[in-house]
């Protein structure tokens, strides 16, 4: 992929659309301290995912928004296209569909910012992904910033190795390697979390276990109880029907005698 055009619209101190033609061999841009010549390499590392305000020479994002003049009002959004060459089909699979390739960041006062790849909604980490696959991106040694000449010859190895990484076109692979133990070391946490999920879900299931004993043991105590008080009340109402049978036998006996009895106090009379 190559760089063709970098289009800004109130950024910083563009605040009118600019496009500034990146033609095959040498692009230089002059001017006195204070065109703006700064501002195109910040627009370059911003539109490539830059998220630190320092390295804007901000305090905060949005002060990367053109913030008025004189002459001029303050605008509510800043926006900035970098127009890419796919005409060898080099980027991304997800991306690789097109012989062209514009990226686009807006931020919004109060909003946050938002990215955009040939007009489709993308996160951040897509458009880093994408850069860094290229072998290159917003912390790319390549973009050589002031002072930064100085800081890459006093440089520690580590941070020299970033450049021949990045010469050897293998940047994007340690991107990716990050990204994939980031994910691992999520995936690990998550494994964590369920183990201790288990372990709690273990420990409910035995209480349940113990409670489901105890209930079945008490439906069974409740089924004997009830046998037991019908075995009672039957006993008691076997009872008294004998009782009662050998009451009315007493009674037929005495009703039988009474009735002799009249016969022989009649017959005597």
């Not at 009315?248 to 009703?255: G, H, K, N, Q, V």
Request: hydrophobic fraction near 40%; proline fraction near 3%; glycine fraction near 8%.
């Amino acid at each position: 992929m190559r760089f063709s055009r970098l289009r800004l619209n109130g950024f910083k101190s563009f605040v009118d659309p600019t496009d500034l033609v990146i033609a095959d061999g040498l692009t230089g841009v002059v001017g006195p301290n204070g065109c703006g010549k700064s501002n195109l390499l910040e627009a370059l590392r911003w539109v490539m995912g830059e998220n630190r305000p320092t390295a804007m020479r901000g305090g905060g994002m949005e002060d990367v928004i053109f913030a008025g003049a004189s002459s001029r009002p303050a605008r509510n959004f800043a926006e900035v296209t970098l127009a890419l060459d796919n005409a060898d089909r080099t980027a991304p699979a997800a991306f690789n569909d097109a012989d062209a390739l514009d990226v686009v960041r807006r931020i919004t006062r109060d909003a946050g910012s938002a990215y955009k790849l040939n007009g489709r909604d993308v996160r951040a980490r897509d458009v880093q992904m994408l850069f860094a696959d290229a072998s290159t991106g917003a912390h790319s040694p390549a973009l050589v910033r002031q002072g930064q000449i100085s800081e890459l010859i006093n440089a520690k190895p580590q941070k020299r190795r970033r450049i021949l990484e990045e010469a050897a076109g293998i940047s994007g692979l340690y991107q990716r390697r990050h990204e994939a133990e980031l994910k691992l070391n999520a995936t690990e946490g998550n494994l964590t979390r369920v183990d201790d999920v288990v372990e709690q879900l273990a420990t409910q299931l035995a209480s349940l276990a113990r409670q489901a004993r105890q209930a079945a043991r008490y439906r069974e105590i409740g089924t004997q109880l009830r046998h037991a008080e019908g075995l009672l009340l039957y006993r008691r109402w076997r009872e008294a029907e004998d009782a009662r049978a050998a009451a009315d036998a007493t009674l037929r006996t005495r009703l039988t005698e009474a009735a002799a009895a009249e016969r022989v106090a009649a017959g005597s009379d």
